[in-house]
């Protein structure tokens, strides 16, 4: 881990964004600890999505600061930004990967944007990320069409983790899955966390995800952080959506089972 960069990975203050009259984050603020798993929580159209795609500077804001590992964040075609983007990877919703290349060359994609390596360097990357998210070298020639859903995340995980970044971003990441692969897939993010000492921002509606992975869950409601601490901290909250997203007739894994 960077020392220079300090506790936080990602400091936002005073956010805005809007489109047209729509004010979607709202004076929004939210620290993301070096290191942690942080969930992102908040109702479907609340701007999870929006913030995340903010923070990495592909949505102008109306206000506030960002930084991410210490560095102010601008528009995509700002220097501070395009500094900072090869410190992170982004897992898109539903994986988003380039239809007529290969899992291998999805893998590369990054590599061949950003640096000058040999065909033989490429591949032997390639290959030890394959390995990383726990798919063979032969998966590696396989195109999106031949991969099942969670081999798709395995391989968009392994693209975002391509340039060895320090933070991660992940849409959603086991939606689509069974509740075994979303399982698996929580533990490597959790391994990869672990043994890389990744920081995890995470937008996700997963409850088991929230409960078991997540160092500490954010949750999101009418444009602003309205509660943020480990699991059982948002179980006590008195926000009123925030107690009706993990009470509610959906969460029911999340009470205290009665002996
Ligand atoms: N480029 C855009 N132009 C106009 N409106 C947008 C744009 N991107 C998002 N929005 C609007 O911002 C709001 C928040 O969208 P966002 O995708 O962030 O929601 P979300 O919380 O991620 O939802 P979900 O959980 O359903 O994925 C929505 O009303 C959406 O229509």
Same mark, same amino acid.
């Given at each position: 881990?960077?020392?220079?960069?300090?506790?936080?990975?990602?400091?936002?203050?005073?956010? *805005?964004?809007? $489109?047209?009259?729509?004010?979607?984050? !709202?004076?929004? &603020?939210?620290?993301?600890?070096?290191?942690?798993?942080?969930?992102?929580?908040?109702?479907?159209?609340?701007?999870?999505?929006?913030?995340?795609?903010?923070? #990495?500077?592909?949505?102008?804001?109306?206000?506030?600061?960002?930084? *991410?590992?210490?560095?102010?964040?601008?528009?995509?075609?700002?220097?501070?930004?395009?500094?900072?983007?090869?410190?992170?990877?982004?897992? $898109?919703?539903?994986?988003?990967?380039?239809?007529?290349?290969?899992?291998?060359? !999805?893998?590369?994609?990054?590599?061949?944007?950003? @640096?000058?390596?040999?065909? /033989?360097?490429?591949?032997? #990357?390639?290959?030890?990320?394959?390995?990383?998210?726990?798919?063979?070298?032969?998966?590696?020639?396989?195109?999106?069409?031949?991969?099942?859903?969670?081999?798709?995340?395995?391989?968009?995980?392994?693209?975002?983790?391509?340039?060895?970044? &320090? #933070?991660?971003?992940?849409?959603?990441?086991?939606?689509?899955?069974?509740?075994?692969?979303?399982?698996?897939?929580?533990?490597?993010?959790?391994?990869?966390?672990?043994? @890389?000492?990744?920081?995890?921002?995470?937008?996700?509606?997963?409850? /088991?995800?929230? !409960?078991?992975?997540?160092?500490?869950?954010?949750?999101?409601?009418?444009?602003?952080?309205?509660?943020?601490?480990?699991?059982?901290?948002? @179980?006590?909250?008195?926000?009123?959506?925030?107690? /009706?997203?993990?009470?509610?007739?959906?969460?029911?894994?999340?009470?205290?089972?009665?002996?």
């Amino acid at each position: 881990m960077d020392t220079s960069v300090g506790e936080f990975a990602i400091q936002v203050n005073d956010l *805005v964004v809007g $489109f047209g009259r729509r004010v979607v984050i !709202n004076h929004l &603020a939210l620290d993301v600890r070096c290191g942690e798993i942080l969930g992102l929580v908040g109702a479907s159209g609340g701007g999870k999505s929006v913030l995340m795609r903010t923070i #990495i500077g592909l949505i102008p804001r109306r206000g506030g600061e960002i930084e *991410v590992m210490g560095a102010k964040i601008g528009s995509t075609h700002d220097r501070g930004t395009q500094t900072v983007a090869g410190k992170w990877g982004i897992l $898109f919703q539903q994986g988003a990967l380039f239809s007529s290349l290969t899992a291998r060359q !999805n893998i590369q994609f990054p590599l061949r944007e950003n @640096l000058v390596l040999s065909d /033989a360097l490429l591949d032997e #990357i390639a290959t030890a990320k394959l390995e990383m998210v726990g798919l063979t070298p032969e998966d590696g020639d396989k195109f999106p069409s031949e991969l099942s859903g969670g081999m798709t995340k395995r391989v968009a995980l392994a693209r975002a983790l391509a340039l060895d970044p &320090a #933070i991660v971003f992940l849409d959603e990441p086991t939606s689509g899955l069974d509740p075994i692969a979303a399982g698996d897939f929580d533990a490597l993010i959790k391994t990869l966390q672990k043994t @890389l000492g990744l920081t995890v921002f995470m937008v996700t509606h997963d409850l /088991a995800s929230l !409960n078991t992975i997540c160092d500490r869950v954010a949750a999101l409601a009418d444009g602003k952080i309205v509660a943020i601490g480990p699991m059982r901290e948002l @179980l006590q909250s008195e926000h009123p959506w925030v107690r /009706a997203y993990f009470h509610g007739k959906r969460s029911l894994m999340l009470q205290p089972k009665a002996s």
